[in-house]
């Protein structure tokens, strides 16, 4: 059964993912799949924080991608933790 219920998504990102076009590929990834609104941002330790909210079909396809080898740059390890969503994010953006 898929589960279209929101959720809140929230990964953080370990490798080299900044400098490499890591946000932008992933608002693009994350418009694409549809139905998401939240950030990328990049951290003063090199990762890059994710935030989305959505079905959570479309939170999970992200992850998988976000998890996959066809992000830019090298991913070796996404840290994620699932919330109830709150809201206020009118689009996906790169901050």
Known sequence: MIDHAPV??????RG????VGFRWFTRATALEIGGLTGFATN???GRVQVVAE??????????VWLT???TPGRVDGVTEIWDSPRGGYPT???R
Do not use: H, K, N, Y
């Open 8 to 13: 809140r998504l929230t990964a953080w990102i």
């Open 68 to 70: 996959g080898t066809d």
């Open 16 to 19: 080299r993912v900044q400098g």
């Open 43 to 45: 951290l003063t330790d």
């Open 92 to 94: 996906f953006e790169i």
């Open 54 to 63: 959505g079905p959570r079909e479309s939170c999970e396809a992200l992850l």
